[in-house]
């Protein structure tokens, strides 16, 4: 039993050194921006641009210990973190994927969250990317897809020591770190809510396919939105669980306010969801009312020309009997019924209310 454990190990090794090669083949020969943020509530210190070996020694067990990984390309650094903090081989695999959706996972001696980060809209687009923490009882690890975060004011509360962030552990800077994201999700719903309401505007004012256009945009974002969000809610939920015991109960309560965030968010998608259905609708019934519109005025001069139509081809035969062509004024007199007649059908079409 303890040797195939051991091969089965081995192998899984074997396995990651391949996927972390593959992953820089892929990625490139950039390398990932490392930065260290060592505090307790009396100390403070900033470490980065450090070799890794550098950084990992100053990892103690007096202080709170934030390790941020900007980019994901180098597969050697990775591959040295997850050494030093025995990070779980399936674990770096997820962290290395950036195509999974929102999760909490629990290892032995360590919590595994990742989540969506949506941050920025440059155009009407959502700018976002793959981060994933790993939480230690007295270290925070943070690997981001890309380099830049939203995290700026956080550094600086740390830098500031304002507030209790320092004098909680690295559970509490897990939680801040959630609730920054989660708080970001409310910008990108806040310009959606506008961009609702400038197509409402277009489309009352006069539809194009423009608006169209950018209604399955919006519908797009939801989908995607869907899959970042609805996930969330389970992992939160899973963490608020807390079976391992890696979150402290006495910072609990913040794990469920980010929850109770994200089920408001959920309940915003829904609705906002159902606007974007109803600008469809509005679209659609603008679109069908101008046709209609369109349809009427052309009947209207349709069913007009009717019997003026007919007069002409009655008087526009070639036969030698017909009296009124002999007539000195039966050119005038046709003109006349025939003004008769349209301004008649004018005045029924008016009182009916066609147009």
């Not at 050697?76 to 674990?91: P, R």
């Not at 019997?307 to 009655?314: C, D, K, M, Y």
Request: proline share 1%.
């Amino acid at each position: 039993m303890k040797g195939n454990t051991k091969a089965k190990r081995k192998a899984a090794l074997k396995h990651l050194n391949e996927h972390l090669t593959d992953h820089v083949h892929k990625a490139g020969n950039e390398g990932g921006i490392l930065e260290l943020i060592c505090y307790n509530e009396n100390s403070l210190s900033f470490h980065n641009n450090i070799p890794i070996e550098e950084l990992l020694s100053k990892c103690n067990d007096s202080q709170t210990s934030w390790i941020n990984v900007d980019g994901l390309t180098d597969g050697d650094l990775i591959q040295k973190i997850s050494k030093h903090f025995n990070l779980h081989y399936l674990l770096v695999e997820d962290v290395l994927n950036t195509d999974h959706q929102p999760k909490a996972d629990e290892f032995e001696d360590h919590l595994f969250f990742t989540l969506k980060m949506l941050y920025r809209i440059e155009g009407q687009s959502i700018d976002y990317e793959h981060i994933s923490f790993v939480l230690g009882k007295n270290y925070l690890l943070s690997f981001q897809e890309k380099e830049g975060d939203i995290f700026d004011n956080l550094r600086n509360r740390l830098k500031q020591d304002n507030g209790i962030i320092r004098k909680r552990g690295a559970d509490y800077l897990l939680y801040r770190l959630i609730d920054s994201i989660v708080d970001s999700y409310y910008s990108i719903l806040d310009n959606i809510g506008q961009r609702i309401e400038e197509i409402e505007d277009s489309i009352s004012n006069n539809a194009t396919e423009l608006d169209f256009i950018e209604i399955q945009k919006l519908r797009k974002e939801f989908i995607y939105l869907r899959k970042v969000v609805y996930p969330l809610r389970e992992a939160l939920n899973k963490v608020i669980k807390n079976e391992e015991g890696f979150i402290e109960e006495r910072n609990e309560k913040y794990f469920s306010d980010v929850y109770d965030h994200v089920i408001h968010l959920i309940d915003s998608l829904d609705t906002y969801k159902d606007l974007t259905s109803t600008l469809m609708d509005l679209y659609m019934n603008t679109i069908n009312y101008r046709m209609n519109e369109v349809m009427k005025l052309l009947t209207v001069i349709t069913t007009i020309f009717i019997p003026l139509s007919f007069i002409a081809g009655v008087y526009g035969m070639n036969f030698h009997n017909m009296p009124e062509l002999e007539m000195q004024y039966g050119y005038y007199w046709v003109l006349a019924i025939m003004g008769a007649i349209f301004l008649a059908m004018i005045g029924y079409f008016k009182y009916k209310k066609w147009f």
